[in-house]
Structures are given as C-alpha cells and as structure tokens.
Nanobody
Framework: QLQLVESGGGLVQPGGSLRLSCVIS????????IGWFRQAPGKEREGVSC????????NYSNSVKGRFTISEDNAKKTVYLQMNSLIPEDTADYYC????????????????????WGQGTQVTVSS
C-alpha cells in the first residue's frame, strides 16, 4: 500500500525558511515522480515542484522558482521541499503526491495526474 506522510509545516515570519518532508512507504523514490502541491483557502490546489529521480527531471512553478528546492534521500525514503524567502502568499496547506505513470518527466499539473496523496501539512507565513 502506497503511503505518503508530510511534516515540517508551521508558522514562520516573512523572509524565513521551512523544510517540509514527505516520507513514503510501499514504494521507492526511484519508482515514481513525487510532486509538492499547495492549496490556499478558497483557491485551487496548485503544483509547486516535482521530481523524478530515475530521470533526474525537476520542475518548479514560476511563483517559487529560485526560492524553493526539492530534493530526496532515497535511503530515508523521504522527499524534501526546502522553502526559503517565504512570503505571505506562500501560506497554504502543502501536500506531496506520487505520479505512477511511466515517463521521463514530472508534471506540476493537472492535479488529477497524481495518484496517491498525503494528508497535508499547514504552512503559515505571517508577522
């Protein structure tokens, strides 16, 4: 059974940093693409970053490019999202998800492309 569990969210001041973790079980980081998504109150869920370890593919949305970094530790079965220079607009629930399709790429959307989801972790950027 595939499972993804996020952690690392919290309250941070503008300009601060957080590192989110996504621990996976039931599969390997090598098997599928892993994406990070976020959903702010009243807004649709949007793709933030994704990676596919097998091909080395990595993508970022324009809104986070240069501030967020996705990485993985295969031994720990964990995918990270390092978030720097946080702004209030980054406030959202953050989710990781697995894309089981056979591809060399990773996609930031549509959301329906991803098959398995974690329960989310809340990030609030506020002074």
């Amino acid at each position: 059974q595939l499972q993804l569990v996020e952690s690392g969210g919290g309250l941070v001041q503008p300009g601060g940093s957080l590192r989110l973790s996504c621990v996976i079980s039931g599969f390997s980081v090598n098997d599928y693409a892993i994406g990070w998504f976020r959903q702010a109150p009243g807004k649709e869920r949007e793709g933030v970053s994704c990676m596919r370890r097998s091909s080395g593919a990595i993508n970022y949305s324009n809104s986070v490019k240069g501030r967020f970094t996705i990485s993985e530790d295969n031994a720990k079965k964990t995918v990270y999202l390092q978030m720097n220079s946080l702004i209030p607009e980054d406030t959202a629930d953050y989710y990781c998800a697995a894309d089981r399709s056979e591809s060399d790429r990773c996609k930031l959307g549509p959301v329906s492309w991803y098959d398995d989801w974690g329960q989310g972790t809340q990030v609030t950027v506020s002074s």
